[in-house]
């Protein structure tokens, strides 16, 4: 298990791209069990047994699961698929690597966890003896990591080579046995993970110390700015997702929601957001009521929102970054004028935003498409905070992001919170929550269940994330 590390940008993802024949090289060789080799094409690395599990799953929602792991090369009856061989494929593969999933279901229909383990059971089918995986925990789990991993060490003990690229040191320093840090495409060094730390690797990756723990002065909170009281919510399938929900979020104060994930978080935060309505309850700005109000009303009462998933709720992937930094303002003057839109001046507002976040490799034309995934984020970021909301929603602000930047993020909260606004920030990070928060909301089952300080235990935390206790909030 062979770790790759680096920043945002810093291409780890354009090497193993080339690895996989989705991009050509300049210069240099490859060498596959010793012998040079050109790869000009996906199928051509999987013919020579590499297999790559991307960062965003490249999978047909529409599809069952044994149709997307056979996806060309089917078992046919006549010119027709043998779903029934298909299906017995995937079955007997899963068995032999522990990785268990429903050859009938429909990937629409499976956890994000049962969909990257389709995603490796493809890649193992096509004969992979070389497994690349592009920051494969981004969107799982607590549990489904530690499932991951364990499949990880099967994979690994039947002979398989993994190249693991992730953000997370803990989870690197656990699993790998040897670590490569890139900098700005550029190999820093090569460790084995025994004797290494976070602050080590940390250290290579960004070249400096990095603050592990936030800094931030004790909160003097103010008014209420978003006040939730008695809030039902319904989920896609039209069954209950938030029960009877209030919370508070006072000026100058972060309030943290913790929680194992699928327990309303996300329908919370969306019908905060005015991409969901509500059933019941009330939701009001500074004192205004904006519980019907629909998306841009919400934003215009001064909610920002740094979306969950910023490919389908935070980013516009083929317009250009200037073009995504106005989406919130492009109606309003100097950026329209008489209805028309001003490339110039989206131009001169994007500038001092990509500059002053650091987004690397982004100009304002580029398309976010063309961006790494924590420098996408970065963008939404940038644009959020600038608008200056009153009430800022930040759900998974660092997911994706190195080490370096989190701690970039971590510093804007906190100097949003210094500044006057309410915070609101949902996280799967326990660490995250218990660092910036002041106050922390534990929801299970659609409900806030306790309120605990940042300094509680962990096992305090995880009892009343499994529902074990309740509070009146």
Same mark, same amino acid.
């Given at each position: ?9 810093? @291409? ?11 991009y #050509? ?8 069990d010793?012998e ?10 999987? +013919? ?14 529409v ?14 009856k ?7 061989a ?5 079955r ?25 383990? &389709?995603?490796i ?15 494969p =925990?981004? /969107?799982?789990?607590?549990?489904? =990591? ?5 499949i990880?060490r ?7 080579s ?20 890139l ?9 084995s993970?025994? !004797?290494? =730390?976070?602050?080590?690797l ?5 070249g ?17 700015l978003?006040e &939730?009281e ?11 997702a &938030? ?8 000026? @100058? ?7 194992? $994930? $699928?327990? !309303? ?5 969306e ?7 509500a059933?019941?309850? =009330? ?11 629909d ?30 930094l ?18 110039? #001046? ?5 500038? %001092?935003?990509?500059?002053?976040y ?5 100009h ?7 961006l790494? @995934? ?13 608008? $200056? ?7 998974? %602000?660092?997911?994706?992001? +190195?080490?370096g ?8 909260l ?5 500044a006057?606004? @309410?915070?609101l920030?949902?996280?799967?990070e326990?660490?995250?929550? #218990?660092?910036l ?11 806030v269940?306790a309120?605990?300080a %940042? ?17 009146? /909030?």
């Open positions: 298990m062979h770790a790759l590390l680096g920043e945002n940008g810093a @291409g780890k993802s354009t090497l193993m791209s080339v690895l996989y024949g989705l #050509r090289p300049d210069e240099g060789e490859l060498l596959l010793g040079v080799v050109s790869i000009e094409s996906p199928r051509q690395a999987i +013919d020579l047994g590499i297999g790559m599990v991307h960062q965003h799953f490249m999978l047909v929602p599809m069952t699961v044994a149709e997307n792991i056979v996806l060309a090369s089917e078992p046919r006549g010119l027709l698929l043998d779903t029934k298909a299906a017995r494929r995937v007997e593969l899963s068995d032999r690597f522990g990785l268990h999933v429903d050859p009938d279901a429909r990937v629409r229909d499976i956890s994000v966890g049962q969909q990257q383990r &389709v995603e059971l493809r890649a193992l089918d096509r004969g992979a003896e070389v497994l690349i995986l592009d920051e =925990t981004a /969107v799982l789990t607590a549990q489904e =990591t530690a499932e991951l991993f364990k990880l099967t994979l690994t003990a039947e002979g398989k993994i190249v693991f690229i992730s953000h997370k040191l803990g989870e690197v320093l656990e699993i790998a046995d040897r670590v490569s840090v900098r700005r495409g550029k190999k820093i060094e090569t460790v993970t025994e !004797g290494a =730390t976070e602050e080590s940390a250290r290579m990756m960004v400096r110390d990095v603050l592990f723990r936030v800094a931030k002065e004790q909160s003097s909170a103010g008014a209420p978003l &939730v008695g809030l039902e919510v319904e989920d896609d399938r039209g069954l209950p &938030v029960r009877g929900l209030s919370l508070e979020v006072r000026a @100058g104060e972060i309030v943290g929601i913790a929680g194992v $994930d $699928d327990n !309303g978080q996300g329908e919370l935060v019908t905060l957001a005015g991409l969901r309505r059933l019941a309850g =009330t939701i009001r700005v500074d004192g205004a009521d904006v519980t019907d109000a998306v841009r009303g919400k934003l215009e009462a001064g909610i920002g929102h740094i979306a969950e998933d910023r490919h389908r709720r935070g980013l516009v992937l083929g317009f250009s970054l200037a073009e995504n106005c989406l919130r303002d492009y109606r309003r003057a100097p950026i329209a004028k008489h209805g028309l839109i001003s490339p110039q #001046r989206m131009n001169e507002r994007a500038e %001092p935003l990509l500059e002053e650091d987004v690397r490799g982004g304002c034309e580029a398309l976010a498409l063309s790494s @995934g924590g420098n996408q984020q970065k963008v939404v970021i940038a644009r959020e905070i600038a608008e $200056d909301p009153k009430v800022l929603i930040a759900a998974q %602000p660092t997911r994706g992001l +190195d080490v930047a989190i701690e970039f993020v971590h510093r804007r906190i100097e949003q919170r210094d006057g606004r @309410g915070v920030l949902v996280s799967l326990l660490e995250e929550i #218990r660092s928060s002041d106050r922390v909301l534990v929801m299970y089952d659609g409900r269940v309120e605990l %940042p300094e509680a235990s962990e096992e305090e935390f995880g009892v009343a994330m499994l529902g074990g206790r309740r509070e009146a /909030v």
